[in-house]
């Protein structure tokens, strides 16, 4: 295992962004720069001055009553796809979650909320609708970056459309003496982009290209934007695609949330023409995410460190750049 190094993360400031005059491209592509150089360095990068700190607080207040609820209300989020309802396994003895799909239409938080709490609960509805409407302009924001950057804007639109969303809250309670303190195992995401936001606790792990560990340090106004394994198809191995796992320490429950892109299960997935080329051979055949997915959450899917490989690698071509020895 790598030392945990003092080196940080990228950090990107986005306030310039939203006090500027929107059609000042100077701005724009400076942070555009930033944004697509850390995704090519290191899969990830931290987001500063996004959300309001009293946001963010009262969306943690929000997130302890609702971890505080009964096992047999919180077992009434259900979904159709595996682990974006609630989730407890004892493959993971510390974690818990929930999930809500496309958390910015405001029907879809009043559903949740009615679930949990019959009665109501408007601090959490309207402090989450707040919060998810401000990390989906996040999220298109990079995403927009990426595209631009690459000279890729036309698919933009198409991508955007064919994309879904799921917020999942999340808690992971203090281990046991002589319990292992391995919150998430080590894993890459396979979705096309995660936006995690950790409590003051921390534990978010991330692995660099060179093998280092890095422990985000923690903020109370940053976000961590991190690439995952579809981004990466569609742009056929220019982005690096990081490992990360949460370590737990103290006796002191932490508390996350991650907003993920996932593209809807029904759509095909394959790089774009422009990205193929003889200094890039084409690394993942095109493939059906869906049939994708049924794969990787069966047991032999999730336990393989390069489950996409595995499942679509053109074999005639180079590596993935994250498959290191």
Not at 130 to 147: A, C, G, I, P, W
Not at 271 to 296: I, N, S, T
Request: proline content about 5%.
């Amino acid at each position: 295992m790598g030392s945990k190094s003092p080196i940080r993360l990228p950090s990107i400031d986005f306030s310039n962004l939203k006090t500027h005059d929107p059609n000042d491209r100077f701005i724009w592509e400076s942070v555009r720069t930033d944004v697509f150089n850390a995704f090519r360095d290191y899969g990830c990068f931290e987001v500063s001055s996004f959300i309001s700190v009293d946001l963010q607080e009262c969306v943690y207040d929000a997130l302890k009553q609702l971890f505080d609820l009964p096992l047999e209300t919180k077992v009434r989020n259900t979904s159709d796809i595996p682990f974006h309802g609630f989730v407890r396994s004892p493959k993971v003895p510390l974690y818990e979650s929930m999930g809500i799909g496309n958390p910015f239409i405001p029907e879809n938080v009043d559903n949740f909320t009615d679930l949990m709490w019959p009665h109501g609960n408007s601090k959490f509805r309207e402090s989450i609708k707040t919060y998810s409407r401000k990390l989906h302009e996040l999220d298109v924001t990079v995403k927009k970056m990426v595209f631009e950057s690459l000279d890729l804007e036309k698919y933009l639109d198409e991508q955007m459309q064919s994309t879904g969303y799921l917020l999942k809250v999340m808690k992971y309670r203090a281990p046991e003496p002589n319990e292992s303190d391995i919150g998430l195992h080590t894993h890459t995401d396979t979705n096309i982009m995660t936006i995690l936001h950790q409590d003051e606790i921390g534990g978010l792990e991330i692995q660099t290209k060179d093998d280092e560990w890095i422990r985000v340090e923690v903020s109370p106004n940053s976000f961590v934007v991190v690439a995952g394994e579809t981004f990466n198809v569609w742009l056929n191995g220019r982005l690096h695609v990081p490992f990360h796992r949460v370590m737990m320490t103290g006796n002191t429950p932490r508390y996350s949330l991650g907003f993920f892109s996932v593209k809807k299960s029904s759509n095909l997935v394959k790089a774009f023409d422009e990205m193929v080329d003889e200094e890039h051979p084409l690394l993942f055949k095109p493939f059906d995410y869906g049939e994708f997915l049924k794969f990787f959450y069966k047991e032999g899917g999730i336990k393989s460190k390069f489950a996409l490989k595995t499942y679509c690698g053109n074999d005639l071509n180079v590596l993935n750049s994250d498959e290191r020895a």
